[in-house]
């Protein structure tokens, strides 16, 4: 089953709305605001930019009644991308440095702290081979993420994100039902 999202222009799901079942670059072309959700099936990355920029934040199925307090937006959902079942293998390769420099390891599990696990102050640039991950700044999987597919990363920096380096990581599995 494909994801699909539903927003609305006002807090509790009221206001008019706007069905979504694939990326969503400007979700202004269609809404004024957006403060709720209500994920009807799959999981998505919100967030606060357009083009996919800015703050992120993962949801899976379930009612978001007001997006700025229930995720610590500043501001209303502005980008939303579908994150894709992915079943097989995980592998990512996570560098120190940004432009893939310093030192680098690579991982096919979870990570909740590079800085025990590998010695490794923070990660600021990655290559993702397989699977979709969340990156976290901090230990334990908390604070801010980012989400990354398949691809080169060579800064986060140019996610737009406020983050710029991570402690923490993890597969998103085919829970996303």
Known sequence: MKGQIVFYEERNFQGRSYECTSDCADISSYLSRCQSCRVESGCFMVYERPNFMGNQYFIRKGEYTDSMSMMGMRDCIKSCRIIPK????????IFERENFSGQSNE???DCDNI??????NECMSCQ?????????????FR???????????RSFREMGTSSTRFISLRRITDSCN
């Open 107 to 109: 991982l096919m599990d």
């Open 86 to 93: 992915h079943r097989g293998q995980f592998r990512i390769k």
């Open 128 to 140: 993702v081979m397989e699977g979709p991950w969340l990156m976290f700044e901090q230990p334990q």
């Open 115 to 120: 800085m025990e696990r590998f010695n490794m």
């Open 143 to 153: 604070g801010k993420m980012i989400y990354v597919r398949p691809g080169e990363y």
